[in-house]
């Protein structure tokens, strides 16, 4: 008998197909595993820019609201008169100095002569005649400069500067005048300054929700910190933060074989980047609320409102409908900072503020525009329905009961009223308002008044 021998193709065959399927699942594994380093390294440096934006976007609106604090006094004409002619200490002290200190953190503020010479002074609060206004009028030069290119509406400047070692967030405007009767300003600026030390670090962490946001050195990666330049592209300081990595914590996490986990990673991918757009257009919709209201107040600043009254003459314009501006300033307020200090004025500001909001409509358009001056724009509202409006909230706010220590305190509001004419612009608008309202205050005030056009 001949022994059978065997084929030698076919046992070929035969290993050669569980070698061609260990080669696909091998290359299917490699081609897996490096989509998902690939995804992991994607969501992580996505999670790590947005943090960096968002900080950027933090510092910026910090910076905006420290220039809207400089324009509300150096678009004051009072600020001017007792800051620059008059240089008066005390009021100053009351204004720029410890309460800007104790209200919004001020460390710096100074008053700066048209010929650069530092004429009043405060630092943490209090007087500071032997400041080194050398050295601090050579960090702010270019800022300087920059401000006083015009006279004739807010040019607010920022930037950042050292001084005596530590780094400061800085931003400054030359006087302007309020109005066009106004006396007119000679290029005197002011100047307001913010430490960059770790209990303001610590503020923007709670304002913001940015937790591990410190004060670094320049040995972290570029993913985990903001650099602070000064107009000379100094660096002045540096932020930094814990590096992000979600996506790698959540792989570790739910780590489990490797072909069930790339289906896994996938969808987990999707959920984390969909989180992290959730996230960051909730967080751009907190630094837009931040950046357009009153800190004090919650209702609109100044700058908001004018944008808001612009676009609402605009369609007032084109439809010929109307609209009705009121300038409302709380009689004798200075009175009841003096007597019960800056914590009851601002209690008494934010009642005042909650009572007018309560009787307002939804088209109604509130704003804070200086110190105890608010202005409200009545879209559709003539003059006589604003007047009847105006009576009434008056009224309202004599009957309001704001106590302290058991003690009731009273307080009244003068109210000026123009409507809006063919040309008028937001300036205009409320200006008129304005004279009508001290038009109230000086026949007695705790009244509304229209003036004669």
């Known amino acids: 008998m001949i022994s059978a021998k065997p084929c030698r193709s076919s046992l070929t065959g035969r290993m050669e197909t569980p070698i061609l399927l260990i ?7 490699a081609g897996m595993a490096a989509l998902l380093i690939f995804s992991i390294n994607t969501i992580n440096k996505l999670t790590q820019q947005h943090l960096h934006s968002q900080v950027e976007v933090a510092i910026d609106v910090e910076h905006t609201r420290l220039n809207d604090l400089v324009v509300e006094y150096s678009y004051w004409d009072e600020a001017y008169q007792k800051l620059v002619l008059k240089r008066d200490l005390e009021w100053a002290d009351e204004n720029i100095g410890a309460y800007l200190n104790d209200s919004y953190s001020i460390d710096l503020a100074l008053v700066i002569s048209a010929d650069e010479r530092i004429i009043i002074a405060f630092e943490n609060g209090k007087s500071a005649p032997d400041i080194e206004s050398t050295a601090l009028l050579q960090a702010l030069q270019s800022l300087l400069h920059a401000s006083r290119q015009t006279y004739t509406e807010p040019n607010p400047q920022k930037g950042f500067i050292v001084y005596r070692g530590d780094a400061y967030m800085f931003s400054l405007d030359s006087f302007t005048p309020e109005y066009a009767h106004s006396h007119k300003t000679d290029g005197s600026v002011l100047a307001l300054g913010r430490k960059l030390d770790e209990h303001y670090i610590s503020q923007i962490n709670n304002t913001y929700r940015l937790p591990g946001l410190h004060l670094s050195d320049l040995g972290h990666t570029r993913d985990s910190r903001l650099l602070l330049r000064s107009a000379h592209n100094r660096v002045v300081a540096a932020l930094g933060w814990p590096k992000a990595a979600p996506a790698t914590q959540s792989f ?9 986990l790339v289906a896994l990673m996938i969808g987990l991918g999707a959920w984390i980047l969909r989180r992290e757009n959730i996230k960051r257009c909730q967080y751009e919709k907190h630094l837009q609320n931040l950046a357009r209201t009153d800190p004090l107040t919650g209702i ?6 004018y944008q808001m009254v612009t676009r609402e003459m605009g369609r007032v314009h084109r439809d010929h409908s109307d609209l009705t501006m009121l ?15 800056h914590e009851t004025g601002d209690s008494v500001l934010q009642a005042f503020t909650q009572l007018i909001r309560d009787n307002l409509r939804e088209a109604d358009i509130f704003s804070r525009i200086g110190g105890e001056e608010f202005a409200l724009a009545l879209p559709g509202t003539n003059e006589q329905q604003a007047l009847e409006m105006a009576e009434r909230l008056r009224r309202k706010v004599a009957a309001l009961k704001i106590f302290h220590d058991l003690k009731k305190m009273q307080i009244t509001v003068s109210i000026g009223i123009s409507q809006y004419q063919p040309g008028d612009t937001h300036e205009s608008l409320i200006t008129r308002a304005d004279r009508a309202m001290y038009h109230s205050k000086d026949n007695g005030r705790n009244q509304s008044s229209i003036l004669a056009r």
């Open 327 to 341: 300038v409302l300033d709380l009689d004798h307020f200075k009175a009841i900072n003096d007597q019960f200090g």
């Open 252 to 260: 570790k996490v739910v780590f489990a074989p490797l072909l069930a």
């Open 23 to 29: 080669l696909v699942v091998l290359t299917a594994l």
């Open 300 to 305: 609109l600043n100044r700058r908001a409102f």
